[in-house]
C-alpha cells in the first residue's frame, strides 16, 4: 500500500491544511491513488476481504472519496454502495433516495482518518436513518490509533504523520506557504 501511495503520487510534501483544520508537513492526495482502477480495486480487496466476516448488506462511504469506495467495496463484497453528503445543519445524510431498512448491517468505508469526523458523521447518518453499522474500514489511518469507533476496525495502511493545530504550528511560525486541501 505504501508503494502505491509513492507511485501515484498520492504523498505529497509541504505545509498542508487538512480538512479537520490541523495544519501537517504532508499530505495524502486520494485522488492520486483513486484515479486508478488497479490500486482502488486492490485497496478495496483488502478492505473486503478483511470486513466480509461482518456480513454488511450495504456499504456506505461519505463524499467524497467514500463515493468510490463504498461502491468498489460493495462490489467485491457482492452488495450495494450508497453515500452520504454533508448537510446545511454540518452533518451528514443519506440523499438521492438512498434509504436502510431498518437494522440493516452497514459498512462504513472512508480513504484518509485523521480526526474520525467524516466517519463518526457518516455512522451516525447510519443510525439516523434506521441502520446498524457493523465496522469501519478506512485506506489509511493517520490517527495514530486515537480515532475510535466502538465498532470493528480495518486500516489498509497506517501513516505517521504528525498534525498540529494551526496555533501550534512550526510550519506557520517558520513562515512556509500554506496550500488548503
Known sequence: MLAALHDTGA???????????????????KFNLLQWPRYTELVCRKMADAMRKLAPRTVAGPT???????????RQ??????????????GRS??????????ERVLVVDDVLTSGLSVRD????????????VGVAVVVDRSAGRAQFGLPFFAATNVDME???????????????????
Open 11 to 29: 504523498f505529497l510534501e509541504g505545509h498542508f491544511q487538512l480538512n479537520s483544520g490541523r495544519h501537517s508537513a504532508a499530505y495524502l492526495e
Open 64 to 74: 467524497t472519496g467514500g463515493v468510490l469506495l463504498a461502491y468498489e467495496v460493495g
Open 77 to 90: 463484497l457482492g452488495v450495494r454502495g450508497i453515500f452520504c453528503e454533508r448537510d446545511e445543519g454540518g
Open 94 to 103: 443519506f440523499r438521492r433516495d438512498f434509504h436502510l431498512e431498518p437494522g
Open 122 to 133: 457518516t455512522i451516525e447518518a447510519v443510525r439516523k436513518t434506521g441502520g446498524e453499522p
Open 163 to 181: 498534525s498540529y493545530e494551526p496555533a501550534d504550528c512550526p510550519l506557520c511560525a517558520r513562515g512556509v506557504p500554506l496550500t488548503i486541501t
